[in-house]
């Protein structure tokens, strides 16, 4: 980490901070800046934000005995591959956390991420197999489970009513000390990749901490700012939103500007920060470090498929890598967005024309568009329907970015909450899940109708999960995906009526440069003026055109596999989904270079639909004629 120092007012020492700049602010809190932030904990306490003393104690009493669990596996483990028994008495093993519960802003009944970590004589096999037996004995050890095939390979199970996900790192150590410290890069040496993955999780957890001035101060704002994106529904990595590392760096960065400020006026910060933001400028905590491991790290400069990350967030610990890869062009316009919105409200909570709690009201999704598209995952058992819609969302964003590819679909917006299916809208034995994702059709121009045919997006995607579920063979008589198009005032036929009854609507104004974000963007000018790295991002942008109204018709109810919708002016939607034999590997694309099919964006209306819903200017600079990717903190 590199320290830096700040002048201060003359006859104060210099405050050392944190981050690859400058920070833009050392004010001092001021009285109503703690009134403020008392407010503040006022609002988050009904939410559950805030865990009670005995629920806390608990946890440490579990963490404590699953400890000296993993240390007995560990010494029976070295006893089996006959060490000899001075060896056996100092091998160790411990029990690391990460994630929320690490960072300390974990919620009630949240839980816990962790890490067993084991010598070098300590095989993976011997932690799914001897210790997944060893745990099935334990009385206290419920609904165990273990995904050994996983990007990241885990053991989940319940200890003593606290769920815990468990991972495995094997190190090249013939001991394991309790004062093993993960945060050095030469831990990772000799190491295969899914022992690196694994210890990633801590290694990030552990650097954002020690990379913010105050973590009493940014434990309470990640937690507001936490509660503040479930609340308003842009609270999931899966789907293309934010997951929690992301949020955390995110606020640990408001930290590093503004080291001395309390919670309440981070979380302002925080909203003036990144609804100004300039993406896909990267944030970064840290200067990036290269450890000479030859281990894959993020940088456009030389891996193409970087260049087209759109809202690139760098986890801080080696090797760097974008915790935000799933974001889209509607899930980035879609969270801009937000972050406008809450600094509206949050100018108005300073003001004191507003309190807290507006912050975390729930925005109304099921008014907020015209087009619908509904998609039903059901399956005739519990069990697996279970594991039919962890499939089924973890595929989601391939839908998203299909949609988003249709050259007459503005945006494609996904609530991450799912509903259970009603009656009259399934079989009676079935279980069956819904989402919906909102659709803004573009304007078509001096044209009466346009037919828009959305059977290949929908399509393509239910191949990649049908594909997915083969492959892994998970696919079981009963599993089915629908996708259906249904207008707004359709939805009462899947929805109860609380959740689609109009509510008033609230308009946000654009927010023109105040004084203040004046003089940050010039302090975030100059710090970053020796931050340069010439490479051309390529990215999608999308703007927010009106969609065409809807010709008058009478509602007839929405068919299952396909429709078709007249819209003035502009386009008539249909849409099937049913199985396919044929792979198309679309899901590839999500994250890297578009794939383009005849009706895609082109980059021309790409390049215009980028100037026509930017709010500023200038997403590429340019230095000496050439555009730049700044890193604008």
């Known amino acids: 980490m590199k320290e830096m120092s700040s002048t201060m007012p003359s006859g104060q020492q210099p405050q ?46 579990v963490l404590g005995k699953l400890n000296n669990f993993v240390k007995e596996w560990i010494a029976e483990i070295s006893e089996l591959k006959n060490l000899p028994p001075s060896a056996i008495s100092c091998v160790g093993g411990k029990i690391f956390t990460f994630g929320s519960y690490r960072l300390g802003v974990h919620t009630k009944g949240a839980d816990i991420d962790a890490l067993c970590v084991a010598p070098r004589h300590v095989e993976r096999s011997d932690f799914f197999q001897s210790f997944f037996e060893k745990l099935k004995q334990h009385e206290e050890i419920k609904d165990l489970r273990a995904v050994e095939d996983a990007f990241v390979p885990v053991i ?24 093993l410290d993960l945060r050095g890069d030469s831990i990772l040496r000799n190491l295969d990749i899914r022992c690196i993955r694994s210890l990633n999780g801590c290694r990030v957890t552990d650097e954002i901490l020690y990379l ?33 590392v992301s949020w955390a760096m995110l606020v640990a960065r408001t930290c590093q500007l503004y080291p001395n400020a309390v919670a309440a006026t981070l979380v302002h910060k925080f909203f003036l920060v990144f609804s100004k933001w300039e993406w896909p400028n990267p944030v970064l905590l840290k200067q990036p470090e290269d450890s000479n491991l030859n281990l894959p790290v993020w ?13 690139p967030i760098i986890t801080p610990a080696y090797p760097q890598q974008n915790s935000t890869y799933n ?25 004191g024309k507003a309190e807290w709690s507006k912050l975390f009201e729930p925005p109304n999704f099921f008014q907020k568009y015209k087009h619908y598209i509904v998609l039903t995952a059901s399956a005739s058992t519990e069990e697996n329907h279970l594991e039919w ?46 989402w919906f994702i909102g659709i803004i059709f573009k304007k078509v121009e001096n044209a009466e109708s346009v037919n828009i045919d959305l059977t290949y997006d929908i399509q393509s995607f239910t191949d990649t ?108 939607p249909n849409t099937t989904s049913s199985p396919r034999e044929e792979p198309n590997g679309l899901e590839d694309s999500v994250n890297g270079a ?14 215009k639909r980028h100037k026509d819903s930017e709010v500023e200017e200038g997403v590429l600079s340019s230095w000496g004629g050439e555009p730049v990717w700044i890193c604008s903190e």
């Open 16 to 61: 050392k901070h944190y981050g690859i700049t400058s920070a833009i602010s050392l004010a001092p809190p001021r009285e109503i800046d703690h009134q403020y932030t008392k407010k503040l904990c006022d609002a988050m306490k009904p939410f559950g934000v805030f865990e009670d003393e005995e629920e806390l104690n608990h946890r440490l009493a």
């Open 156 to 179: 989940k199970f319940k200890f003593d009513g606290i769920e815990i996900d468990l991972l495995f790192a094997r190190l090249a150590l013939q001991s394991i000390p309790d004062n």
């Open 212 to 244: 913010v001035p105050n973590k009493e101060n940014f434990r309470l704002t990640l937690r507001a700012i936490k509660l503040w994106a479930k609340r308003r529904g842009i609270y999931s990595n899966m789907l293309g939103f934010l997951g929690g």
């Open 299 to 311: 940088d456009p400069r030389v891996n193409p498929s970087d260049r087209y990350h759109l809202m």
């Open 327 to 351: 974001v889209s062009t509607s899930t980035r316009t879609i969270m801009s967005e937000e972050f406008k919105y809450g600094l509206s409200v949050t100018d108005e909570i300073l003001q």
């Open 389 to 434: 819609i962890g499939l089924v969302e973890s595929k989601i964003r391939v839908l998203v970015g299909n949609l988003e590819r249709n050259e007459y679909i503005t945006l494609a917006h996904v609530n991450p909450q799912s509903f259970p299916g009603s009656k009259e809208n399934r079989n009676e034995n079935d279980f069956v899940s819904m």
């Open 465 to 572: 999960v049908y594909r997915q579920a083969n492959n892994i063979n998970m696919l079981k008589e009963g599993m089915k995906i629908e996708a259906t198009h249904v207008k707004k005032k359709q939805l009462h036929q899947y929805l109860p009526p609380e959740l689609v009854q109009k509510k008033k609507r609230v308009r946000v104004s654009s927010w023109a440069l105040d004084k203040e974000w004046k003089h940050t963007m010039v302090l975030l000018s100059l710090l970053t003026f020796n931050y340069l790295t010439k490479v051309q991002p390529q990215y999608l942008t999308l703007s927010h055109s009106e969609e065409p109204s809807v010709k008058a018709k009478p509602p007839s109810p929405p068919a299952s596999s396909s429709v078709t919708t007249v819209l003035s002016g502009s386009v008539k």
């Open 594 to 607: 578009p794939a383009k099919r005849p009706h895609s964006p082109t980059q021309e209306d790409l390049a």
